[in-house]
C-alpha cells in the first residue's frame, strides 16, 4: 500500500504466507502509482530485428570502473549510452536518442575476485571497463542501456542496466537518514542518489487540503536534505521524486512515504512528524522500564510463546470495544487473556513473540470500514458445513484480520491495532503494550518482515535498488512478492537501522526474522552485533539481552548462495543466532506440511497405531519410526552438529551423519541457543488439528488430548530453545485450517475463557484447503472429536507442568555444546531398541568431585522417558540400575492422575511408564 496524495489506484493486497513461499517463481513489474513526466516507448521496439531489448535490464554496472554483461562482442564495439529525459528507444537503425554516448572495452581478465564475490549470480558474465575519466554520477540520474555493435556499426544488442553495484560503490552513506529533531528545527534527510529532483509536501492534517508549504530539497552526494521550522513537528508529510523507473522506461514522479517514517496517517498516504523522544509519547515509567526487564541470564533460559494481537481480545467480551483487537487489550489486567499470560509466565514461558505489528497491508487502519458477519448467523450451521468459510471468504479482504507478513512501512505500529490510527496513539499505545507485558513477566519479540515489500515506497525512491532482480532485470518473487536485496548496502543498512530503532524506541527485546535464509548471513551478524552494544547508560537499553532468531529456509534465488552466503539453517551457525528446527517438528508429527496430511510420525501413531494411510510394509515403516526418534534424539540435543550418538544401527554417529529423508543432515547448529525447536506455529495446522488429522479416527478425544501434551513434552524438555504456538496449551483448532492468514477472527479464534476449542467451526476456507475436504468434512461431523472444557482445563495444566519441570533444574537449560555432549545421553538405542520410546539422561556433577561441574543444587541426575505408544512400556537398562531416581514432584502433585503411574525399580534399572506419557524422574541430591 504505497503513500501518495494523487488520487491514484491502491496496490492490490498481496498474500504472503508460508505455504505459497515454496510455489513456482513469477515475475511482475511493481503496481507503480506514479505520474510519467516522459514516455520513452518507441513502438518499433518489439519489432527490432536485435536480441535485445530496453524492457531488460540484462547488464549490471557493479562498480565505477566496471560494467558486467553477458554479451559477446567479437570484432565488434561496445556502448554505454544515457538520456537524461527517458528518450532511449530501440529500432530497426539502432538505439536513439541518446545525450552521452560512451565507448566501453572488454576486459579479457573478466570480472575481478571482488565483484565475483559480491554478485555471484553474474560471475561468468564478461567485463567490460568504463573510460577512468567518466564521471558516473550524473549518468546515473538517466535512463542508462549498453549496446554493442557488428564491425560494420549495425546494432546487434542492447538492454538496460542494472545499478545496484556502482550505487554502492559511490553513494554508500552512514550519516543521518529520515527526520531529526532539535530545540529549533526539523530536518528531513533523504537517500535517492538516482533522482532528478525531490520535493517535500507539509500537510497539517492527515488527510485533505493543501499543504501548508512544498519545499524542493537539495543534494549532496545523493542525499537530499532540508530544514524547517520546529513548527513542523506534529505535521505530516509526503515526498514527490522525480525518477527514472527501469519497470517503465519512463521518468516518473512519484509521491511516497519517507523509508525511515516513524508516524503516519490513517489512510497510509502521509508520514507523521513525530519525535519518539518527546515526553508526551512516552508512557509513566517508560525511560525506567530497562530496570523493570524480567530477568534473564542467558538465551538458554529463553522460552517463547507465538501470538497474533487481535487474536490476544478479538474474543473476549470481557474486554471493552475500544481495547479490544489492539494494543490497550495487553494494558487490562484481569482479561481471560491477561490472567492467562500471567499464568504461563509463572511457569516459565519468557518471551512473547508477537507476529508482524509493523504497518503492513490487507487491513484497513480505519476500524469503521471493517466489515464482519455476525457470529450468531456462524453458529447455526453445522459443523462440517461449507457456509462459515463462504460468508467468512467473501469479505477477508475487507475484514480486520490478517497475519500481517505484508508490509509497507517497516518502521512504524500498525495502526489498525491502535485506538486511533492518526497521531501519535499507535506509538504511546505500542509502548503501553511492551510496559504491561514486560510487567506480567515477559519480555516482547517482534516479528519483522525485512525479506520482502508488500508495495512501492524505497522502491519508487531509488527504483531499481532495494528489490532484488533476476537476470533479466524483473523482480525475484519467490517470498511471495518484491524480494529485498540485502547484500545491497543501503538495504542492509535500513533493516539494521530499523532494528536499533525498535530496540531503542519501543524497547523490545528480541526479534524473529520472516524468512531469515532471503537475508544474506553478514547482515543478520552486522544487525546481531549493533543490537548487542547498545547499553542501559547511552540508550536505556541493554543489547546484550536482546535475541535473534528466524526462519533459516533455502531456496528460490537464494537457494546454495545464489546471491551471496545467506542466513540459512546451514550458514548461520557459530553466529549465535537461532533457526527454527522442521527437522523435530517432521519426526514428531510425520510427514511434512507439504506432503500427505496423514503421514503419521512419532507422536501420532506411525507403526505403532496405524491410520489407514499407505505407510509401506512394516519392513518400511519399522525403519522410518526408528530414523524419526533418531532425528528427535539430536533435536532433543539441540540440534548440535558434533553431538555424537548411537543411532538406529547401533552406529556411533554425529547429529550432522543423521540424515532426514531428502539426505540432508539433521544437525546444523554449533551451540544450544542456535536451536529454536518446535512443533507448530501460526503456519499450517494448529498442534491439535494435525494430531486429530493423522491419528485413526476411532481414538478417543482424551488420547488426542494426551498426544498434544506428548509433542509439547519433548519440546519442552529439550536442550536449545522451545518456541509454542498460542493455543498449544489449550487444543487450539482452526477447523483444521492449514494457511488461516486471512480467515478473519472466526477460524482464529482463540478462547482464554478455556470454554472452547474452535474446533468444528466449519469446513476451512476453500483456496487453501478444499482437496482436503473430503478428509476433513467426517471429522468435522463427529461430535466426539471436539474437547470439552474439562480437557482444555486438563490441558493448561499439564503444559504449566511441563514448563516448571524445564525450569525446576538447569540441566535442562545447558549453555553450551560442551556441556550438552558431556551430560546428555540418549539409552534405548540401536537395533534392539524398544519402538516408540525414548530415553534420555541428564547428568551433573558433584561439588569438591572431580569431573562434571555440579550445575544443579537440587537434582545430580535426571532420566526423560518418552512413551509414544498407546499402551504402557518398560525399559530396563544396567546403566540405569541403583539410582535414587523417583517421579519429578511436579509430576507427583499433577492433576493427571496417567502419569503417577510412572514407576522406577532402581535394582533391575527398570522403568514402567504409561501409555503416551512423559515421565521425568530426578535423583535429589543427599538421598
Not at 114 to 120: D, G, I, L, Q, S
Request: charged letters at 20%; aromatic letters at 10%; a negative charge.
Amino acid at each position: 500500500m504505497p503513500l501518495y496524495t494523487s488520487p491514484l489506484p491502491t496496490a492490490p493486497t498481496v498474500n504472503c504466507h508460508f505455504p505459497r513461499r515454496r510455489g513456482a517463481r513469477v515475475f511482475r513489474k511493481p503496481n507503480l502509482q506514479c505520474s510519467a513526466s516522459s514516455l520513452s516507448m518507441s513502438a518499433e521496439e518489439s519489432a527490432s530485428t536485435s536480441q535485445g531489448s530496453l524492457l531488460y535490464s540484462r547488464a549490471f554496472w557493479v562498480s565505477e570502473s566496471i560494467i558486467a554483461w553477458n554479451v559477446y562482442v567479437g570484432n565488434g564495439s561496445c556502448y554505454l549510452l544515457a538520456s537524461k529525459t527517458a528518450a532511449l528507444s530501440l529500432t530497426s537503425d539502432g538505439i536513439l536518442g541518446e545525450d552521452v554516448k560512451v565507448k566501453l572495452e572488454e576486459d579479457k581478465h573478466g570480472l575481478p575476485e571482488n565483484v565475483k564475490e559480491k554478485f555471484p549470480h553474474i560471475k561468468d558474465y564478461r567485463a567490460f571497463n568504463v573510460p577512468p575519466d567518466l564521471d558516473a554520477k550524473p549518468l546515473l540520474k538517466c535512463q542508462l542501456a549498453v549496446a554493442t555493435f557488428n564491425s560494420d556499426g549495425r546494432c546487434s544488442d542492447a538492454t538496460g542496466l542494472q545499478l545496484p553495484g556502482i550505487l554502492d560503490d559511490l553513494f554508500s552513506y552512514n550519516g543521518p537518514l529520515g527526520a531529526l529533531y532539535s530545540k529549533q528545527s526539523v530536518s528531513l534527510y533523504l537517500w535517492a542518489p538516482t533522482a532528478q529532483e525531490v520535493c517535500v509536501c507539509i500537510y497539517k492534517d492527515p488527510s485533505g487540503g493543501s499543504p501548508l508549504e512544498v519545499v524542493q530539497l537539495e543534494e549532496f552526494n545523493g542525499v537530499w536534505s532540508t530544514k524547517g521550522p520546529k513548527s513542523w513537528e506534529g505535521c505530516y508529510y509526503v515526498y514527490e521524486v522525480s525518477v527514472y523507473h527501469p519497470s517503465t522506461l519512463r521518468i516518473e514522479k512519484c509521491y511516497a512515504n519517507d523509508p525511515y517514517a516513524r508516524g503516519l496517517s490513517s489512510d497510509g498516504r502521509r508520514t507523521l512528524l513525530v519525535n519518539l523522544d518527546s515526553d508526551n509519547i512516552k508512557p509513566e515509567g517508560w525511560d525506567k522500564l530497562v530496570d523493570e526487564k524480567p530477568d534473564i541470564l542467558s538465551f538458554s533460559d529463553i522460552s517463547i510463546y507465538e501470538l497474533h494481537i487481535k487474536d490476544f481480545s478479538a474474543s473476549d467480551q470481557a474486554v471493552h470495544p475500544e481495547f479490544r483487537d489492539g494494543y490497550l487489550a495487553f494494558t487490562l489486567q484481569d482479561s481471560a487473556g491477561a490472567i492467562h499470560l500471567k499464568k504461563l509466565s509463572n511457569a516459565g514461558i519468557t518471551h512473547v513473540h508477537l507476529l508482524p505489528a509493523f504497518q503492513f497491508a490487507g487491513v484497513d487502519d480505519e476500524k469503521e470500514n471493517w466489515k464482519s458477519v455476525d457470529p450468531e448467523v456462524l453458529e447455526k450451521f453445522p459443523s462440517d458445513s461449507d457456509e462459515q468459510q463462504a460468508l467468512i471468504t467473501a469479505i477477508q479482504n475487507d475484514d480486520g484480520y490478517n497475519w500481517g507478513y505484508n508490509p509497507v512501512l517497516w518502521g512504524v505500529p500498525k495502526g489498525s491495532y491502535a485506538s486511533n490510527a492518526n497521531g501519535t496513539y499507535r506509538a504511546i499505545e505500542f509502548r503501553k503494550m511492551v510496559q504491561a507485558l514486560n510487567r506480567f513477566g515477559l519480555r516482547v519479540v517482534l516479528d519483522v518482515v525485512y525479506n520482502h515489500l508488500h508495495g512501492s515506497g524505497p522502491i519508487d525512491i531509488v527504483p531499481g535498488y532495494y528489490l532484488r532482480r533476476n537476470a533479466d532485470g524483473f523482480i525475484e518473487h519467490s517470498t511471495c512478492v518484491n524480494n529485498t536485496a540485502s547484500e545491497h548496502f543501503m538495504v542492509e543498512r535500513i533493516i539494521v537501522d530499523d532494528l536499533l530503532h525498535w530496540a531503542v524506541d519501543y524497547k523490545v527485546d528480541g526479534f524473529r526474522f520472516d524468512l531469515m535464509g532471503h537475508i544474506m548471513r553478514r547482515t543478520m551478524v552486522k544487525a546481531k552485533d549493533a543490537l548487542c552494544s547498545l547499553t542501559k547508560e547511552r540508550d536505556g537499553v541493554d543489547g546484550s539481552s536482546i535475541y535473534i532468531y528466524g526462519e533459516g529456509w533455502d531456496f528460490g534465488e537464494v537457494a546454495n548462495n545464489g546471491r551471496g552466503i545467506n542466513a540459512s539453517q546451514f550458514n548461520i551457525h557459530g553466529t549465535g543466532i537461532g533457526s527454527f528446527n522442521d527437522r523435530i517438528r517432521d519426526a514428531i508429527l510425520g510427514g511434512s506440511p507439504f506432503g500427505h496430511p496423514l503421514q503419521q510420525g512419532f507422536v501420532t501413531g506411525l507403526l505403532l497405531q496405524p491410520n489407514g494411510h499407505d505407510h509401506g510394509p512394516e519392513a518400511v515403516a519399522e525403519p522410518m519410526l526408528a530414523e524419526s526418534k533418531d532425528h528427535i534424539q539430536v533435536g532433543m540435543a539441540a540440534n548440535l552438529r558434533d553431538f555424537v550418538l548411537t543411532n538406529c544401527e547401533g552406529k556411533e554417529v554425529k547429529g550432522s551423519e543423521v540424515l532426514t529423508y531428502g539426505g540432508t543432515p539433521v544437525a546444523y547448529t554449533l551451540c544450544p541457543t542456535e536451536t529454536i525447536n518446535y512443533v507448530s506455529a501460526h503456519d499450517n495446522e494448529t498442534l491439535f488439528d494435525i494430531v486429530s488429522l493423522k491419528t485413526p479416527m476411532e481414538i478417543s478425544v482424551e488420547e488426542r488430548c494426551r498426544i498434544n501434551h506428548l509433542a509439547t513434552s519433548i519440546i519442552a524438555l529439550a536442550q536449545g530453545i522451545p518456541f509454542f504456538h498460542s493455543g498449544d496449551e489449550i487444543l487450539r483448532s482452526k477447523s483444521l485450517d492449514r494457511d488461516s492468514y486471512n480467515s478473519g477472527d472466526w477460524f482464529n479464534r482463540l478462547d482464554f475463557t478455556y470454554s472452547s476449542n474452535n474446533w468444528g467451526v466449519g469446513l476451512p476456507p476453500k483456496e487453501k484447503n478444499e482437496k482436503s475436504w473430503p478428509l476433513f468434512k467426517p471429522r468435522l461431523a463427529d461430535p466426539s472429536f471436539k474437547p470439552q472444557k474439562s480437557h482444555i482445563i486438563a490441558a493448561v495444566e499439564n503444559f504449566s507442568n511441563l514448563l516448571r519441570i524445564r525450569y525446576s533444574s538447569p540441566l535442562f537449560r545447558l549453555r553450551t555444546a560442551n556441556a550438552i555432549q558431556e551430560r546428555v545421553r540418549f539409552h534405548n538405542t540401536g537395533p534392539s531398541l524398544v519402538p516408540g520410546v525414548i530415553v534420555m539422561s541428564i547428568e551433573d556433577g558433584h561439588e569438591g568431585v572431580p569431573g562434571l561441574s555440579q550445575l544443579d543444587p537440587i537434582y545430580s541426575y535426571i532420566v526423560v522417558i518418552v512413551n509414544a505408544c498407546p499402551t504402557e512400556v518398560s525399559f530396563a537398562s544396567p546403566y540405569l540400575q541403583a539410582r535414587t531416581l523417583q517421579l519429578h514432584p511436579e509430576q507427583v502433585m499433577s492433576t493427571d492422575e496417567i502419569v503417577k503411574r510412572s514407576m522406577y525399580n532402581a535394582s533391575a534399572g527398570c522403568f514402567t511408564v504409561p501409555p503416551r506419557t512423559t515421565s521425568v524422574f530426578v535423583e535429589p541430591r543427599g538421598v
